[in-house]
Each structure stands twice: as C-alpha cells, then as structure tokens.
C-alpha cells in the first residue's frame, strides 16, 4: 500500500469512528473532528511525505473514541500523540 494510500485509508477509518470531520484546512492537509460542545479532539495531518500522523485532545474525546484509533494507528504504524492534558478552563 502507498502512503498516498495509507493516508486516505485512516482518513476513511477515522470519519467511519468519529463520523464526518467539520474542518479542513491547509491545501487538504488538516482534517479534524470536533465533540458536540464545539471542542477539536482529534487532527489527521498529511506531513510532507503524504504520511498520515493522528493527533488525539483526549479530554474532549467524546465517547473514549480515542482507544479505537489509537489501535488503528499502532497496528498501521501510523505516528500518533495523544495530549492527556486538561484544558486551561477546566474546572473554573
């Protein structure tokens, strides 16, 4: 499989998981999904080799999709971060 390939395939398993993205951006390089509060929780960005690379907000995952697409991702050997971080307004 190509990377041109691979990078169209997780971007078909990511919108099969988190449904339809609501962002796309840089020359079709930067697809992203957000929860319903309006919050981005996972970026799929093509790098300069037409590699995909995942990035999960796990706090505004909505529904622990995260497990799912962190699975895809190692099985694929496709790069991925995951920011386990709480949001700068949470808890005020």
Do not use: Q
Request: with cysteine; aromatic share 16%.
């Amino acid at each position: 499989m190509t990377k041109v390939n691979m990078f169209s395939w997780t971007l078909s398993y990511l919108s099969s998981v988190a449904g339809e993205f609501c962002t796309l951006a840089d020359n079709d390089r930067l697809f992203s999904w957000s929860n319903r509060g309006g919050d981005y929780w996972l970026n799929l960005i093509k790098d300069d080799n037409g590699n995909p690379h995942v990035m999960i907000y796990a706090w505004h995952d909505p529904s622990n999709l995260l497990y799912s697409i962190i699975g895809y991702c190692e099985y694929h050997d496709i790069n991925y971060e995951v920011d386990e971080g709480m949001p700068d307004d949470a808890g005020a």
